[in-house]
């Protein structure tokens, strides 16, 4: 059973007050607070058992290599990899499309070739393949999501043509929460011969993910936003295209052999992952999973679902403020302006008087800003912590907003 007020005893910052106010945190799609096992588990890592992993044979280094890779295992179980080897670990999802991009599609793209896109994307899934059209001349083609924010299968694989050599896909908007088929699209593309690529870095904190049964080629996560330490994440890559990837980054860990003329590497996925890693941090990450996975991941998808309906409820009988897109299907995110001159940022400063913490920005999808005929939304995401009695004192901090900036 889904008890929201145990969860939140888990996570310290909950209780604290900002501006003499009780805290509302909404603003965990840009980063989740912490659960206290997390904090407590890395705390006791640096005090107790902290040393560099691989190769040190002494207790501490087997100690700190074991905590390690039993990482590896627990993302693999997260997201039903078929092999741990299929998890590279990275500082996060940008990492992880950025070593898609440099590794696999660098070598392998030529001038006119194309990557098909949505313009739902956050810019970590946008920048790396704008490198490879100024470095390489491949073309960018993009996909507008429907009017309510939705994102069709059948149009993002009516961009594919015989010239497309990867698909690039959110499974769900940071921006809107807009969730994406991404299986559908992975069928489609099979189809075609074109792989997927998912950032998978919103979705995966809010409900279960199967890329066995997704069917994709790629799925990146981020652990700061699964209730983890920033500086840690993964990425999935199929064997079959970890099998056509050329190394990124040169060091210790990634190789085989040394010498002055030659160089031999590491097997998969050691391969990717160059230098000394984010021990402690991935670590920190295999905790929090661990403890999404206690909680069971369709439990928090089903009070995620409730929150976002009244949530969507309360928002919307609020005749004077502009809420973009609420597809469908999504993640509790909710991004909006309010009528007239105000700006996203005046409403953040007066919420935080509230102690509501929002986020208003550009959000880094600036193409999708651009779609909405915005330049800035202010944007309310929740998390498996968040309650009706919050949404509540958004909506009266909004009232406050209207009051002041009208």
């Known amino acids: 059973m889904f008890d929201v007020e145990k969860i939140r005893a888990d996570f310290p910052i909950l209780s604290r007050q900002i501006n003499g106010k009780p805290l509302v945190y909404l603003d965990s799609g840009a980063s989740a607070q912490k659960p206290r096992v997390v904090i407590d588990a890395m705390t006791r890592m640096y005090e107790e058992d902290y040393s560099n992993v691989h190769r040190g044979l002494h207790t501490l280094s087997n100690i700190s290599t074991e905590k390690y890779e039993g990482v590896r295992g627990i993302v693999a179980r997260f997201l039903n990899a078929p092999s741990e080897d299929e998890i590279i670990f990275t500082t996060g999802s940008t990492e992880g ?5 440099y590794a696999w599609a660098a070598p392998r793209f030529q001038p006119g070739d194309e990557i098909v896109l949505s313009v739902l994307e956050h810019h970590a ?3 790396p393949w704008h490198f490879l059209r ?10 507008e999501p429907e009017a309510d924010g939705s994102l069709p299968a059948e149009k993002m694989l009516e961009a594919v043509t015989d010239r497309t050599k990867l698909i690039a896909v959110t499974h769900m908007s940071n921006v809107l929460g807009s969730l994406v088929d991404v299986k559908a699209i992975a069928a489609g593309a099979r189809e075609k011969g074109v792989p997927v690529l998912v950032d998978g870095s919103q979705a995966a904190v809010h409900m279960p993910v199967d890329v066995a049964d997704l069917g994709v080629d790629f799925y990146a996560i981020t652990g700061h936003k699964l209730y983890g330490p920033s500086g840690s994440g993964a990425i999935w890559i199929a064997k079959e295209r970890q099998a056509e990837m050329r190394p990124f980054l040169g060091g210790g860990d990634m190789i085989d052999t040394v010498t002055r003329d030659t160089v031999t590497y590491n097997h998969a996925p050691m391969t990717f992952e160059a230098g000394t890693p984010g021990i402690v941090q991935q670590y920190g990450m295999g905790v929090a999973i661990d403890y999404m996975m206690g909680i069971g991941m369709t439990n928090i998808a089903q009070y995620e679902a409730q929150l976002r309906s009244y949530a969507h409820e309360r928002l919307s009988g609020l005749n004077w403020l502009n809420l973009s897109p609420v597809p469908p299907q999504g993640g509790a995110i909710f991004s909006m302006t ?9 409403m953040s400063t007066i919420l935080d008087k509230r102690g509501v913490a929002i986020r208003a920005g550009s959000h880094c999808a600036m193409p999708l800003m651009q779609h909405l005929g915005v330049s800035a939304t202010a944007r309310a995401s929740f998390a498996m912590y968040n309650t009706r009695a919050e949404v509540d004192t958004l909506v009266s901090a909004l009232e406050l907003c209207h009051e ?3």
């Open 404 to 406: 002041l900036l009208a």
């Open 338 to 346: 309010l009528n007239g001159p105000a700006h996203p940022h005046d």
């Open 97 to 101: 499309i950025n070593l898609v991009s």
């Open 125 to 127: 899934n946008i920048v």
């Open 134 to 143: 100024e470095r390489q001349g491949v073309v960018l083609k993009w996909v």
